[in-house]
């Protein structure tokens, strides 16, 4: 069996430190404020999420831009000469066009390297959901799982990753084309809180609405307690755009209610953030479908 080395990128939202214990290569993708690019390093050395959420909560737009075929070129190339395959996990391809550019780079690369193995796999997952489904794969991986079924896994496995979260400002929602202008104005007089996930495809689906922002917290645990599988075993993990006393309330009630085996918390990277806006809570846990 070869090595392989897994790759992702900057969507997953996870720690630094994390990525560098699961021995990951990730590829930063790029945002945009003030009219100036910024990698979203997983160790923001080029902005930090506070300064990035400081800059958006005080009127500043953001926008992102997907890795394109020549990056993802040039971040694989090394690899391959090193004598290593690739399983790469993608952003969701129903939310970004990263996963089709990284085919397109992989089939380049398969003429160059006929000998080595490159594999994408469309996480269908955003955020720490794509964080989870890497965590997962590369526990495969450590159990001895050849490169082909640690990406068949990961396949099979996104269709059990849910993904449950809530955000604070529908003006963003508007912004992304998710709700009306008039249904985030109204909504804003009302307080009410959406509550969304992704579906099958990876595509961002609004649920339900809620009345008042604890309400909206309660409905992510309400959410994992009707599909999330052997609760007690799970690691799951809780994303939130700087509002760490809310995830932390959250990761809460899944450990007293849920008895889940381990909460992990992270900030939500400037990529996702230029979307989802400050005070975005999110859940991701497997369960029994999406």
Sequence with gaps: ??????????????????????????????????????LNDLDEHEMSTKEFYRRIRAGEMATTAQINTMEFINAFTPILESGMDILYL?????????????????????????????????????????????????????????IEEAARWAEEQREHLCHWFTVDDLNHLKRGGRISSAAALFGTMLGIKPVLHVDDDGHLIPMEKVRGRRASLDALVSHAKETITHAEEQVIFVSHGDCQADAEYVAEKCRSLLHVKETVLHTIGPVIGAHSGPGTVALFFLGTHK
């Design 1 to 38: 069996m070869n090595p392989y080395l897994i790759v992702t990128d900057s969507a997953i939202d996870i720690s630094a430190e994390m990525a560098n214990d699961l021995e990951l290569v990730v590829i930063p993708l790029t945002f945009t404020v003030g009219g100036k690019d910024y």
């Design 90 to 146: 993608a952003f969701s391809s129903g939310l970004s066009g990263t996963y089709n550019a990284a085919c397109m780079a992989a089939a380049e690369l398969q003429e160059k390297f006929p000998d080595r193995k490159i594999l994408v796999v469309d996480s269908r997952a955003a955020s720490m959901g794509q964080g989870l489904l890497v965590y997962h794969t590369v526990r495969q991986k450590r159990a001895g799982y050849p």
